[in-house]
């Protein structure tokens, strides 16, 4: 029994010198993945910064001048519009100047106009020729002597 024990403790190292390889080898694998996980790493953490100072680049010397300019443009923006505005806030003003100057001078006119209109009718009526008047016929002197004097002079005497 000895001798199985023995050959049972030989039989145990073995397994567990061959169990020790292979979590040797495990290890070195391990450490192998690790080494390259730590090398791509590094590398994407190079290209990072590369990025980063790219983008910080960029910022600073492409999208801030422009930020400022766009800025500077609205600003410029607001005070056209606000210009525009007061513009056409005077404009609205002066057209209802003129609108209330041309109803005042449709009136002036129409009122000239009605003005002249009687003005023509008053020189018409002092410009007019008496229409004349027929005369009466002739009368012989036997008529004339036996007609009485007309009524319209002796009324007009009287």
Do not use: C, W, Y
Request: glycine share 2%; net charge positive.
């Amino acid at each position: 029994m000895d001798e199985a024990i023995k050959i049972l403790l030989i039989l145990l190292l073995i397994v567990t010198i061959l169990a020790v390889v292979k979590l040797i080898q495990v290890l070195r694998k391990v450490e192998t993945t690790l080494d390259t996980t730590k090398q791509d790493i590094n590398s994407t953490l190079t290209e990072l910064n590369g990025v980063t100072a790219s983008t910080k680049k960029l910022m600073e010397e492409e999208l801030t001048p422009t930020l400022q300019v766009a800025r500077q443009t609205l600003e410029n923006v607001q005070i056209t519009t606000r210009a525009l505005a007061d513009v056409t806030q005077s404009a609205q003003r002066v057209t209802q100047k003129v609108e209330s100057m041309v109803d005042t001078t449709r009136l002036v006119a129409s009122g000239a106009s009605l003005a002249k209109s009687m003005l023509g009718n008053v020189q018409s009526l002092f410009s007019r020729k008496p229409k004349p008047q027929k005369l009466p016929a002739p009368v012989s002197s036997e008529e004339a002597q036996e007609t009485k004097k007309p009524q319209r002079v002796a009324k007009a005497k009287q």
